[in-house]
């Protein structure tokens, strides 16, 4: 029986969901194709109005092909009526049951075709640890993920997602270095450090810094850490200090939104834009040209011709990497809904393509100028007699090697080519 995953949002869901799928392959399922597929999973996101739009298509198309549509994620925790709603093979999880659709494919084992939905139905949920992603420790992939928060303290005007969360919790230091051990003796070489919201980890206990500090004692110089994103406001000198560690890799995702103090202060950002200029210079010292991305929101409520122009000043001054941009959307529930100062549909996505254009831009000359340079990557995967792989500071890489290399194994040359990006071990 065929089972296929789709998902939207961010890093913390893709790992989540990479997870689900592990567990039906292991129970003796076959990953399929989305609309060829018996089981399909779909793990939403709610943080734009177009992200529930994306999940209400997949759905409503699922219903021709699927036997039993599982939904989860952000989009079910705050509008799950709704989501029931789109069609009759639906069996809905909310976050808090989310942990149990790795206990599902056992008790769907066995099951036709024609039983799966009635059964689904019937399976006992509980409500379980946001934590109990343990780790992605699924042979078939390169990097193990390691969820160690969930939820945000941050109250954002424009922010959907710290709703559908709510506050920050995070997984005790003892038992993410227990994991973390765990995924180095499987033999993975990279551990990506996952959140919602990474910086919000344990403030009274000492931060983010504490739990970064206890991994570095603990893992061999062979294994490489990398954040999913990090948040300005909670970027201190003790944290920077310990990302000088070379097992840090040289990828850093800020999310920005606007670079307008104005703007930030308006939807209730919590850091400055002189803090964010500054992590970036020390982070620039420390690793030596890292790749530097963030996300923007075109259109924020109450930006100005003036504050756009700050955005577009800052990206090309400080020559971000990439920028994930989102045209802004207003968000049921939270502050800045029904904002009058509105920003025309019409001039937020002129400003939306003016940053994808500069990103576009920003990204091409990063590549470049490490043409000749070192690097280290890991092995992600093979095809036709080619080796894949994503370098330390986030580059796509074909791996040209004398030599057979496993997945996961890290490996260490130079980029000898731009098209394709090519990195001769």
Same mark, same amino acid.
């Given at each position: 029986?065929?089972?296929?995953?789709?998902t939207?949002?961010?890093?913390? /869901?893709? =790992?989540?969901?990479? =997870?689900?799928?592990?567990?039906?392959?292991? /129970?003796?399922?076959?990953?399929?194709?989305?609309?060829?597929?018996?089981?399909?999973?779909? /793990?939403?996101?709610?943080?734009?109005?177009?992200?529930?739009?994306k999940?209400?298509r997949?759905?409503?198309?699922?219903?021709?092909?699927?036997?039993?549509i599982?939904?989860?994620?952000?989009?079910?925790?705050?509008?799950?009526?709704?989501? %029931?709603g789109?069609?009759?093979?639906?069996?809905s999880?909310?976050?808090?049951?989310?942990?149990?659709?790795?206990? &599902?494919?056992?008790?769907?084992?066995?099951?036709?075709?024609?039983?799966?939905?009635?059964?689904?139905?019937?399976?006992?949920?509980?409500?379980?640890?946001?934590?109990?992603?343990?780790?992605?420790?699924?042979?078939?992939?390169?990097r193990?993920?390691?969820?160690?928060?969930?939820?945000?303290?941050?109250?954002?005007?424009?922010?959907?997602?710290?709703?559908?969360?709510?506050?920050?919790?995070? &997984?005790?230091? %003892?038992?993410?270095?227990?994991?973390?051990?765990?995924?180095?003796?499987?033999?993975? +070489?990279?551990?990506?450090?996952?959140g919602?919201n990474?910086?919000?980890?344990?403030?009274?206990?000492?931060?983010?810094?504490?739990?970064?500090e206890?991994?570095?004692?603990?893992?061999?110089?062979?294994?490489?850490?990398?954040?999913?994103?990090?948040?300005?406001?909670?970027?201190?000198?003790?944290? &920077?200090?310990?990302?000088?560690?070379?097992?840090?890799?040289? +990828?850093?995702? $800020?999310?920005?939104?606007?670079?307008?103090?104005?703007? $930030?202060?308006?939807?209730?950002?919590?850091?400055?834009?002189? +803090? &964010?200029?500054y992590?970036?210079?020390?982070?620039?010292?420390?690793?030596?040209?890292?790749?530097?991305?963030?996300?923007?929101?075109?259109? $924020?409520p109450?930006?100005?011709?003036?504050?756009?122009?700050?955005?577009?000043?800052?990206?090309?001054?400080?020559?971000?990497?990439t920028?994930?941009?989102?045209?802004?959307?207003?968000?049921?529930?939270?502050k800045?809904?029904?904002?009058?100062?509105?920003?025309?549909?019409?001039?937020?996505?002129?400003?939306?393509?003016? $940053?994808?254009?500069?990103? %576009?831009?920003?990204?091409?000359?990063?590549?470049?100028?490490?043409?000749?340079?070192?690097?280290?990557?890991?092995?992600?995967?093979?095809?036709?007699?080619?080796?894949?792989?994503?370098?330390?500071?986030?580059?796509?890489?074909?791996?040209? =090697?004398?030599?057979?290399?496993?997945?996961?194994?890290?490996?260490?040359?130079?980029?000898?080519?731009? /098209?394709?990006l090519?990195?001769?071990?």
């Amino acid at each position: 029986m065929k089972v296929a995953v789709y998902t939207l949002g961010c890093r913390l /869901n893709q =790992s989540e969901s990479e =997870s689900i799928l592990d567990s039906f392959l292991r /129970n003796g399922f076959e990953k399929g194709e989305l609309y060829e597929s018996d089981i399909v999973v779909v /793990n939403t996101c709610t943080v734009t109005s177009k992200a529930e739009q994306k999940a209400r298509r997949v759905v409503r198309k699922l219903e021709k092909s699927a036997s039993l549509i599982i939904v989860t994620g952000c989009y079910v925790e705050v509008s799950e009526e709704e989501v %029931d709603g789109l069609s009759s093979k639906i069996v809905s999880f909310s976050l808090d049951e989310k942990g149990d659709i790795l206990s &599902l494919p056992l008790f769907l084992k066995g099951c036709g075709k024609e039983e799966l939905l009635e059964k689904a139905r019937s399976f006992p949920k509980v409500i379980t640890s946001r934590f109990a992603f343990d780790s992605n420790t699924f042979s078939y992939h390169s990097r193990a993920y390691l969820k160690v928060q969930d939820g945000c303290d941050n109250e954002c005007g424009y922010c959907k997602t710290t709703i559908a969360r709510g506050k920050s919790i995070f &997984l005790p230091v %003892d038992e993410a270095v227990k994991r973390a051990l765990e995924l180095e003796d499987m033999g993975f +070489h990279e551990i990506v450090l996952t959140g919602v919201n990474l910086s919000n980890y344990d403030h009274s206990g000492g931060g983010l810094s504490t739990l970064l500090e206890a991994l570095l004692s603990a893992l061999s110089s062979s294994m490489r850490i990398r954040f999913s994103s990090l948040e300005a406001d909670g970027i201190d000198d003790r944290l &920077l200090s310990l990302i000088g560690d070379e097992r840090i890799f040289p +990828h850093f995702h $800020l999310p920005l939104q606007s670079a307008s103090q104005k703007v $930030l202060s308006y939807v209730g950002r919590n850091y400055s834009m002189d +803090h &964010l200029r500054y992590v970036i210079d020390v982070l620039r010292r420390i690793k030596g040209d890292p790749f530097i991305a963030s996300d923007v929101i075109a259109g $924020l409520p109450g930006e100005s011709d003036e504050d756009f122009a700050e955005t577009v000043d800052f990206v090309r001054k400080y020559d971000i990497s990439t920028l994930h941009v989102f045209p802004y959307s207003p968000r049921e529930g939270t502050k800045l809904y029904g904002d009058r100062n509105r920003v025309p549909e019409r001039v937020r996505d002129e400003r939306a393509g003016i $940053l994808r254009k500069i990103s %576009d831009e920003n990204y091409k000359k990063y590549v470049s100028r490490w043409l000749g340079k070192s690097v280290e990557a890991i092995v992600e995967r093979k095809g036709d007699g080619v080796m894949y792989g994503t370098s330390g500071n986030y580059l796509k890489v074909v791996i040209d =090697s004398k030599d057979e290399r496993k997945r996961g194994e890290l490996v260490s040359g130079t980029l000898t080519s731009l /098209n394709p990006l090519v990195l001769s071990v």
